[in-house]
């Protein structure tokens, strides 16, 4: 799994398909998508379209590039198995990397139906890595509790200095779950928090280069969004410095449980 994803929410049409081919142009391996953000098709269309181009330069194929959708409403099992042949298809990618229930709303029954549709797409070769998004650990422990076949592999949530996610992300590295954070760049609320600010004077970078860094360093996968090529390009040139373990401590004691969308990690 690529370490660094472009996120295309709130993204659609042309607007989407121009930041992926961007995004995949500037070194981004990972397209983080869902059905509920409608742009799959534009997602996939980018994808076949840059790897048959001319900026292709290091003749990358379909394997090279990680992409993720996610299920919209967790359902009975018939109805969620159909929805996710439906991604596999609108994306037009022959199989989707990754595929995650986008949250855990609608119940146990549901929840638990759902990922049984997710086992049964990775056994039949349509999704290659299956995990959940906007789990708390009582939905994961739930998960885990009914012995499912194959593990969520990735939970995907909101995750930044200033909403850390302790329980959720310490119970995740325990049970060797990925964390993805998403909204790292806590979606441009905190850029000139005094703190972000003096740190980034401090080595050099940009406030968003220092949330990725910050991500990357506590070992989740971030999912930076952009819709400009310059950057995502920035956003995704983390690799020339790295924060003392003085100001991640720093960094983490900036936590105000900030969300900036939605919260499903303690729904019922």
């Known amino acids: 799994m690529p370490?660094?994803?472009?996120?295309?929410?709130?993204?659609?049409?042309?607007?989407?398909?121009?930041?992926?081919?961007?995004?995949?142009?500037?070194?981004?391996?990972?397209?983080?998508?869902?059905?509920?953000?409608?742009?799959?098709?534009?997602?996939g269309k980018a994808i076949l379209e840059f790897l048959s181009s001319d900026a292709n330069t290091h003749s990358l194929e379909r394997e090279h590039i990680h992409f993720t959708s996610k299920l919209a409403s967790n359902s009975a099992y018939d109805t969620a198995r159909k929805s996710i042949k439906r991604s596999v298809k609108e994306c037009g990618l022959g199989y989707i990397d990754l595929f995650l229930l986008h949250s855990p709303y609608g119940g146990k029954k549901a929840r638990l139906e759902s990922w049984r549709a997710v086992e049964d797409a990775i056994n039949d070769g349509e999704v290659k890595i299956g995990g959940v998004s906007n789990y708390g650990v009582k939905h994961l422990q739930e998960l885990?509790?009914?012995?499912?076949?194959?593990?969520?592999?990735?939970?995907?949530?909101?995750?930044?200095?200033?909403?850390?996610?302790?329980?959720?992300?310490?119970?995740?590295?325990?049970?060797?779950?990925?964390?993805?954070?998403?909204?790292?760049?806590?979606?441009?609320?905190?850029?000139?928090?005094?703190t972000i600010v003096s740190l980034s004077k401090k080595y050099g970078c940009s406030s968003g280069q220092l949330l990725v860094r910050w991500s990357l360093q506590h070992g989740y996968v971030p999912l930076p969004k952009s819709v400009k090529k310059e950057r995502m390009a920035e956003n995704a040139d983390i690799g020339g410095f790295s924060i003392d373990e003085a100001d991640m401590a720093k960094m983490d004691e900036l936590d105000e449980y900030l969300v900036t969308d939605w919260d499903p990690t303690n729904c019922p």
């Not at 659609?12 to 799959?40: C, H, P």
């Open 144 to 194: 885990l509790d009914s012995k499912p076949r194959i593990p969520p592999a990735v939970n995907q949530i909101e995750v930044h200095p200033f909403n850390t996610r302790e329980a959720i992300t310490s119970y995740c590295q325990e049970k060797g779950i990925v964390v993805e954070a998403y909204a790292p760049l806590v979606r441009a609320l905190r850029m000139k928090h005094a």
């Open 3 to 43: 370490t660094i994803h472009l996120g295309v929410y709130l993204t659609s049409g042309q607007e989407t398909f121009q930041a992926v081919k961007w995004a995949l142009q500037v070194g981004y391996r990972g397209i983080d998508s869902a059905q509920m953000y409608d742009n799959e098709a534009e997602t």
